[in-house]
């Protein structure tokens, strides 16, 4: 038993944040915030949107997509920063507005930035031991609500939106690999401390992030955790028709790439649009260029991220 990606869709908020619309607010510039992350502008939800809404209109564009029924989906994995409540999960609200009524499995899956790939790999290691058929796999987040404008260190760097995609079981593999990691010793270095408590926020409710810190692990174990899962293909970085990194500096992009021997032609980057997006940045990146033509069948697919804790992780597929 395998499982393939049948289909991929996501959503950004209308509203859209320019680095010199942050300019007018914020001490920084466009030269600043493009040079050091190649970030141009962000995507940010309206107050009346929550994840799950997020969620649905990626889900509903990677249903259509897969040219399956919303009811045929056995299990939703939510990977999410920004649930819309405590509890209930996201993905037990997704699923109702779904209108999924089937009893499948639904959770939410918290690994920050890494989290599409901890959600993709986990939905893949379901279908391989027989407990699901159809998954529908989401990133969704509102970064933009666990940000402190006064911090020109973070808040210039992350945006909303939700990307999704359907893994299906298979006969033939797609997913060839998948690697999981975490190091909790530094979990301070980006985190938001606030928690809710007799009905108040206690502590920083705001993301915090020592930024060079993050930058020089992330280029470390990004291009470990990617080795591992070709090897365990049996193929080299000069197979990968295609690197769809997290998506939350052109820098550490850029570094991933040149470590695999990978010209930026093959790597899928929308950074510049949307900012990090933290779980979100993958399916966004994905949805991207499988819809423009970029992916084609047949092509090998490497996907990585690192979040916060630290986690990282990555998934090789053939499409
Ligand atoms: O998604 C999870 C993983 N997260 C990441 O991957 C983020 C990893 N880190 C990064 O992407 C980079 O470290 C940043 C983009 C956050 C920062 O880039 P950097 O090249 O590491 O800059 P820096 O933190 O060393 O700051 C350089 C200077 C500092 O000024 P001084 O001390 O040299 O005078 C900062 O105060 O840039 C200043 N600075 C800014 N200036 C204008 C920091 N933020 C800004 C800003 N605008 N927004």
Same mark, same amino acid.
């Given at each position: 038993?395998?499982?393939?990606?049948?289909?991929?869709?996501?959503? =950004?908020?209308?509203?859209?944040?320019?680095?010199?619309?942050?300019?007018?607010?914020?001490?920084?510039?466009?030269?600043?915030?493009?040079?050091?992350?190649?970030?141009?502008?962000?995507?940010?939800?309206?107050?009346?949107?929550?994840?799950?809404?997020?969620?649905?209109?990626?889900?509903?564009?990677?249903?259509?997509?897969?040219?399956?029924?919303?009811?045929?989906?056995? =299990?939703?994995?939510?990977?999410?920063?920004?649930?819309?409540?405590?509890?209930?999960?996201?993905?037990?609200?997704?699923?109702?507005?779904?209108?999924?009524?089937?009893?499948?499995?639904?959770?939410?899956?918290?690994?920050?930035?890494?989290?599409?790939?901890?959600?993709?790999?986990?939905?893949?290691?379901?279908?391989?031991?027989?407990?699901? %058929?159809?998954?529908?796999?989401?990133?969704?987040?509102?970064?933009?609500?666990?940000?402190?404008? %006064?911090?020109?260190?973070?808040?210039?760097?992350?945006?909303?939106?939700?990307?999704?995609?359907?893994?299906?079981?298979?006969?033939?593999?797609?997913?060839?690999?998948?690697?999981?990691?975490?190091?909790?010793?530094?979990?301070?270095?980006?985190?938001?401390?606030?928690?809710?408590?007799?009905?108040?926020?206690?502590?920083?409710?705001?993301?915090?992030?020592?930024?060079?810190?993050?930058?020089?692990?992330?280029?470390?174990? =990004?291009?470990?955790?990617?080795?591992?899962?070709?090897?365990?293909?049996?193929?080299?970085?000069?197979?990968?028709?295609?690197?769809?990194?997290?998506?939350?500096?052109?820098?550490?992009?850029?570094?991933?790439?040149? %470590?695999?021997?990978?010209?930026?032609?093959?790597?899928?980057?929308?950074?510049?649009?949307?900012?990090?997006?933290?779980?979100?940045?993958?399916?966004?990146?994905?949805?991207?260029?499988?819809?423009?033509?970029?992916?084609?069948?047949?092509?090998?697919?490497?996907?990585?991220?690192?979040?916060?804790?630290?986690?990282?992780?990555?998934?090789?597929? %053939?499409?």
């Amino acid at each position: 038993m395998h499982s393939k990606i049948i289909g991929t869709g996501s959503y =950004l908020p209308a509203k859209t944040l320019t680095n010199f619309d942050l300019e007018k607010f914020v001490d920084t510039t466009d030269e600043w915030i493009v040079s050091r992350s190649g970030i141009h502008e962000r995507h940010i939800a309206a107050d009346d949107e929550v994840t799950s809404d997020l969620a649905l209109q990626a889900s509903l564009r990677a249903i259509e997509a897969a040219g399956i029924a919303a009811t045929d989906i056995d =299990l939703i994995i939510v990977a999410t920063t920004c649930p819309d409540k405590i509890f209930p999960s996201t993905a037990c609200i997704l699923q109702h507005k779904l209108g999924i009524q089937n009893g499948g499995a639904a959770f939410d899956m918290q690994a920050v930035c890494g989290g599409f790939v901890y959600a993709l790999n986990t939905a893949d290691l379901y279908i391989r031991a027989g407990q699901a %058929k159809t998954v529908l796999v989401v990133g969704a987040e509102i970064m933009s609500r666990m940000l402190d404008w %006064k911090d020109r260190t973070t808040c210039v760097l992350f945006g909303d939106g939700a990307g999704a995609v359907i893994l299906q079981a298979t006969d033939v593999p797609g997913i060839l690999a998948g690697r999981l990691h975490s190091d909790g010793r530094h979990h301070s270095l980006l985190r938001v401390d606030g928690s809710i408590s007799n009905g108040e926020v206690q502590g920083d409710p705001f993301i915090r992030m020592e930024g060079q810190a993050v930058f020089k692990f992330a280029v470390t174990v =990004l291009s470990r955790v990617v080795e591992e899962v070709l090897n365990e293909a049996g193929l080299t970085g000069s197979d990968i028709d295609w690197l769809v990194p997290h998506q939350a500096n052109i820098r550490i992009i850029d570094a991933t790439a040149k %470590k695999l021997g990978l010209s930026l032609d093959n790597v899928v980057v929308t950074v510049a649009n949307h900012g990090n997006t933290s779980s979100a940045s993958i399916p966004l990146a994905l949805d991207a260029a499988v819809r423009d033509g970029r992916i084609k069948s047949g092509q090998h697919v490497l996907l990585e991220a690192i979040g916060g804790g630290f986690t990282w992780g990555a998934v090789l597929l %053939k499409w």
